[in-house]
C-alpha cells in the first residue's frame, strides 16, 4: 500500500506508512490547514451557487404581499441581488476574514444573528459528541469481551437498528414517552435573558436525540476495529500469555484501534450537525440548525453560507485533532 | 405583513404524535369559562412562530416572524388599531381623527398624556418622523399608499396631517398595522433598544425571545400584567407541545392541528378568532378557460363549502360566499349564500363550451396548513361534476415567482380579513398592484370609487354591499370559507383578544386569574 504523504480526507481509515506520514503532517500543518481553508472556499462558492439556482430569490421571500414588482425590485437592489452572483461572493468571501459575516435579507448583521445560536449548537453537539464516544467505546468493548456472546449480538442488532433510526424519529418517541407522558422533561426549550436555554433539562432530550443514531454507527466501528486488532500477532500473543480478556482488549487491542476510531467518530462530527437541523427545530431548540432551516426558506444567502462557514470550521477543527491521533498513534507505534 | 410562512417540516410526524396525544387525553372539554374583574400583577409566558434567520427588530422593516411583530407591537404604538366587530379601526396613539370634506386630508389628534417610557411626551413631530421613515421603506408605498412623504406634516405639538392623492374614507385603515412611533432623529443602530409608547417596555430581548414590564404610564389605562415573556417557537407543534406540558401559557396562532389535540385536555382553553384567514382560489379572469363569468360561477357552484371547513380546517372556520373581508362589519351578509349545485354548474359549463377532456392544473403551496389540502379536496369534488383537476404542488419561492398574480388557477392566503375596501383596493380594482385574478370590471371600479368618495355612514354601508353583490357575482376569487385564528391558553388566562389577524397582539388587557 501506498501513501500519498499529504493527509488524506479522513472518511476511511487508510493504514499509510506511519513515520513519513506523520512526519508530514507535522511539518507542515500549515499547508494541511490551508489545503482546508480553499476547500471550504470552495464549499461557499457551490452554496452560494446553488441558492442562486434554487427558485425565487430573497427579495420575494422577504418582501410583503403589498408590495408589488417595483417593491420588489427596489428590495432586489438594496439587498444587491441585482449583480452578478460571483461578485456577491467576492464581496462576501473577501470580508470573512475581518469577521464580517454580512446582512441578511432583513437587514440584521448575520454575526448578531449566530451570536447566541452558535454556543448553543456547539454546546448541544459537543454533549452530543463526547456521550457518544463514550457510549460506543463501552458497548462495543463489551461486545468484543465475548465474540459471538450474547451481549455481542444484541450490541450487534441495537447498534444497527439505532444507526438506522433518523433522528426525527428519536426525538418524536423521547418527547412522548419523557414529555408529554410522563412529564419529567421540558417539552420545548425555552431562553433566558443570556440566549441560553433556561434549564439544563432542556438540553437532556436533543442531545439523546442526537446520540442514539450516532452512537449505534460508532459502536459499530469499535467493534469492528477491535475485531482486526484481536487478530493482530501482538494481540493473539497476549491472549495466549494468559492475561485477562479486560486487559487484553484495552491495553493491547484498543490501542491499535485508534486511529480507525478516531476517524470514525470524526466523521460523527458532521452528522451530529446535520442531525441538529432538525432535532433543533423539534425541541424548539436555539442554534444555528433553526438558522439554517429558515435561512434556505427565505434564500437568505448570507445566512446560509456563513451556517455552512461555522460549521465546516467545527468539523474542520475535529478532523485535524483525528489526524493528529491518528498521526500520533501510527507514529508511536512504528 | 400578510406572510405568516411556517415550516411544515414536522407535519407528518407530529400529526400522529397529536392522534397519540389526544387518545390519551381526557374526555372532559369545559373550558374554564372567562370572567371575574381583572385583576393585577403575574407575568404572562406567551409563545408566537418565528424564525431566527428571519429577526427583524426594526418596527418600521418586514416583520415575517409573529413573535417579533408581537414584541414591536406591545413596545410601540400604532395610531389606530384594528377594532372588533362595530367597528374595524379604532383609536390607540391618535385618539381621533377627522377627515376633511373631500375626504382626502385626515387629520390625527394625539391620545392625551401619551409619552415614550423614558417619561417624554409625544409630539407630532415623532409621529411625522416615524410615518415618513415608515413610508421611505422598500414596503413604504404599499403600508401608506396614496400618502406621499412629504404630505405627512404636523400641525402643532397635538394634530398629525395626512393627504391622500385620493379621497379615501377608509383612510384610518391604513395606520393601524405599522405605523409604529418612534422618538423623532432615533438613528437607526438605537432602534432596537428605543423607547416605545407602548402597554408594556422592552426588558431584554435575545434571539427572538424577550421579556417586557408593565408601562405603569400608559395613557392607553391600567395594564394589568406585570411582565410578559415572549418566546419565539420554529414550529407550531413545537409551540404545542411546550403548550401541553405546561412551559408557557398562551400559544398565539397555533392553529387547527394543535387545537383539535387540546379540545381534549380540561386544562386548556381554546380560544377561536373568527376571519382569520382566507384561502380562496383563484381563477385568472382575463385571458385562459377560467375568463368566461359563467365558467368561475359554475366552478363556485362546484365546490361543497361545509365538507371543506370540516376537513380541511377541521371544522375550525366558516363557510364564506365569495366576497373577500369577511370580518368587516359592513360585510354584506344578506347576499344569498352560494351553495353547491352540481347540475346548474354543468349546465353553465355546457353552455359555455368548457371543455371537459382537459385536465386543469390548480397550483398550491404549503405555505399555511391547510392550504394544499384544500386545493385536493376542492379537485376532488370537481371531478363529480366531470371537471379533471390536478394539483400541483409549488414551493414557496418558485410560486411567487412563476404563479402568483400571472397563473390561471391557484389557491392563495390573505391574513387581514376585516375589510372588504382593503381587498377592493389591493386585489379587485383594474391595475391593483396585487390583482390576482386579473380582474377588470368597470361598474366594479366605479363602485369601488363611490364607496371611498362617500363620507356618509350608511350611504358608505349601500354602497359597500353593490360593490360586493359585483364581487360576489362575478370576481376571480372562489372563497369557500374562513380558517378561524386559533390560540391556546392555560385556564387561568382571561381577557384575551379574540379579533381574527394582528388583533391578536393586543395584550394591554390580559389578566391572570388567581
Request: contains cysteine; glycine residues 10%; proline residues 5%.
Amino acid at each position: 500500500m501506498t501513501g500519498s504523504g499529504a493527509p488524506k480526507d479522513t472518511t476511511r481509515p487508510v493504514p499509510e506508512p506511519a513515520a513519513r506520514r506523520a512526519g508530514a503532517l507535522a511539518a507542515r500543518p500549515a499547508a494541511v490547514l490551508a489545503k482546508r481553508v480553499a476547500m471550504l472556499v470552495v464549499l461557499l462558492a457551490v452554496v452560494f451557487a446553488a441558492i442562486e439556482l434554487l427558485p425565487g430569490d430573497a427579495a420575494t421571500a422577504t418582501s410583503e404581499r403589498g408590495e408589488g414588482a417595483a417593491g420588489v425590485a427596489a428590495r432586489r437592489h438594496l439587498l444587491g441581488l441585482d449583480r452578478p452572483v460571483w461578485e456577491r461572493f467576492r464581496d462576501w468571501i473577501t470580508a470573512l476574514p475581518t469577521g464580517d459575516l454580512g446582512t441578511s435579507a432583513r437587514g440584521e448583521r448575520v454575526s448578531d444573528l449566530l451570536a447566541a445560536p452558535l454556543p448553543n449548537t456547539i454546546l448541544l453537539a459537543s454533549t452530543a459528541f463526547v456521550l457518544t464516544v463514550l457510549a460506543a467505546l463501552a458497548l462495543g468493548t463489551w461486545a468484543a469481551a465475548r465474540p459471538k456472546g450474547v451481549v455481542d449480538r444484541v450490541v450487534d442488532l441495537t447498534s444497527t437498528a439505532a444507526f438506522a433510526l433518523p433522528e426525527f424519529v428519536v426525538a418524536v418517541g423521547l418527547l412522548l414517552v419523557l414529555s408529554l407522558w410522563t412529564g419529567w422533561l421540558p417539552a420545548a426549550t425555552v431562553t433566558g435573558a443570556d440566549g441560553a436555554p433556561a434549564r439544563w433539562s432542556m438540553l437532556v432530550m436533543p442531545v439523546l436525540a442526537l446520540t442514539v443514531p450516532q452512537t449505534g454507527w460508532n459502536t459499530r466501528i469499535v467493534r469492528g476495529a477491535l475485531a482486526d486488532q484481536a487478530a493482530a500477532p501482538h494481540v493473539a500473543a497476549a491472549r495466549l500469555d494468559g492475561l485477562p480478556t479486560r486487559q487484553v482488549l484495552l491495553r493491547h487491542a484498543l490501542p491499535g484501534a485508534w486511529p480507525a476510531i478516531a476517524t470514525g467518530v470524526a466523521t460523527s462530527t458532521g452528522m451530529l450537525l446535520g442531525g441538529t437541523v432538525v432535532v433543533e427545530t423539534l425541541f424548539n431548540y436555539p442554534g444555528i440548525g433553526t438558522v439554517l432551516a429558515g435561512a434556505v426558506a427565505d434564500r437568505d444567502t448570507p445566512v446560509i453560507a456563513a451556517v455552512v462557514a461555522c460549521s465546516a470550521a467545527l468539523i474542520t477543527v475535529v478532523l485535524l485533532l483525528a489526524d493528529l491521533i491518528r498521526a500520533r498513534t501510527l507514529g508511536a507505534r512504528s | 405583513m400578510d406572510f405568516t410562512r411556517r415550516q411544515l417540516l414536522w407535519t407528518g410526524g407530529t400529526l400522529g404524535a397529536a392522534a397519540m396525544l389526544a387518545a390519551c387525553g381526557g374526555g372532559d372539554d369545559a373550558a374554564p369559562a372567562a370572567g371575574g374583574s381583572p385583576r393585577q400583577g403575574g407575568t404572562l409566558r406567551i409563545g408566537a412562530l418565528g424564525r431566527t434567520s428571519a429577526i427583524t427588530r426594526d418596527p418600521h422593516g418586514t416583520q415575517g416572524n409573529e413573535s417579533d411583530y408581537l414584541v414591536i407591537a406591545l413596545v410601540y404604538d400604532t395610531l389606530t388599531a384594528p377594532g372588533g366587530r362595530t367597528d374595524n379601526t379604532v383609536p390607540r396613539l391618535a385618539s381621533a381623527f377627522t377627515p376633511s370634506k373631500d375626504l382626502k386630508t385626515w387629520r390625527f389628534t394625539l391620545a392625551e398624556g401619551a409619552a415614550f417610557h423614558d417619561g417624554t411626551p409625544v409630539t407630532a413631530d415623532d409621529v411625522v418622523w416615524s410615518l415618513r421613515r415608515l413610508r421611505g421603506t422598500p414596503s413604504g408605498a404599499a403600508r401608506l399608499p396614496g400618502i406621499a412623504a412629504g404630505r405627512i406634516t404636523a400641525d402643532g405639538k397635538r394634530t398629525v396631517v395626512l393627504v391622500s392623492d385620493y379621497a379615501n374614507a377608509e383612510l384610518p385603515l391604513l395606520t393601524r398595522l405599522s405605523t409604529f412611533v418612534l422618538k423623532k432623529d432615533t438613528p437607526d443602530a438605537e432602534i432596537p433598544r428605543a423607547p416605545g409608547t407602548g402597554p408594556f417596555k422592552l426588558d431584554w430581548y435575545r434571539g427572538g425571545n424577550a421579556r417586557l414590564l408593565r408601562n405603569t404610564h400608559w395613557y392607553g389605562g391600567a395594564v394589568h400584567l406585570d411582565a410578559v415573556e415572549v418566546t419565539m417557537f420554529q414550529s407550531p407543534q413545537a409551540m404545542a407541545n411546550a403548550m401541553l406540558s405546561g412551559q408557557i401559557d398562551v400559544a398565539s396562532n397555533v392553529g387547527a392541528v394543535a387545537a383539535r389535540t387540546a379540545e381534549a385536555r380540561r386544562d386548556i382553553q381554546v380560544v377561536r378568532r373568527p376571519d382569520d384567514m382566507a384561502m380562496p382560489v383563484v381563477m385568472r379572469t382575463s385571458d385562459g378557460p377560467f375568463a368566461g363569468a359563467e365558467v368561475r360561477e359554475a366552478m363556485k357552484l362546484l365546490v361543497d363549502r361545509e365538507a371543506m371547513v370540516r376537513q380541511v380546517l377541521s371544522g375550525y372556520g366558516s363557510v364564506a360566499n365569495d366576497i373577500l373581508g369577511t370580518g368587516d362589519p359592513a360585510y354584506a351578509g344578506d347576499i344569498p349564500q352560494r351553495r353547491r349545485d352540481l347540475a346548474r354548474a354543468k349546465r353553465l359549463l355546457t353552455d359555455a363550451g368548457f371543455d371537459f377532456s382537459r385536465t386543469y392544473r390548480l397550483v398550491t403551496t404549503e405555505d399555511v396548513a391547510g392550504l394544499a389540502e384544500s386545493a385536493t379536496l376542492f379537485a376532488s369534488q370537481a371531478r363529480e361534476a366531470g371537471v379533471k383537476i390536478e394539483v400541483v404542488k409549488q414551493e414557496s419561492g418558485a410560486f411567487y415567482q412563476k404563479t402568483w398574480l400571472k397563473g390561471d388557477f391557484y389557491t392563495n392566503y390573505w391574513g387581514t380579513n376585516d375589510s372588504v375596501v382593503f381587498f377592493a383596493s389591493k386585489t379587485l380594482t383594474t391595475g391593483a398592484g396585487q390583482n390576482e385574478a386579473d380582474w377588470s370590471d368597470k361598474e366594479f371600479d366605479a363602485a369601488y370609487h363611490k364607496v371611498l368618495a362617500t363620507a356618509d355612514r350608511s350611504a358608505r354601508t349601500a354602497a359597500l354591499r353593490g360593490l360586493q353583490r359585483i364581487e360576489h357575482d362575478r370576481s376571480g376569487y372562489l372563497l369557500w370559507g374562513m380558517a378561524d385564528g386559533i390560540d391556546l391558553a392555560a385556564p387561568k388566562v382571561r381577557g384575551l383578544p379574540k379579533l381574527p389577524g394582528y388583533g391578536r397582539v393586543q395584550l394591554e388587557n390580559v389578566w391572570l386569574a388567581p
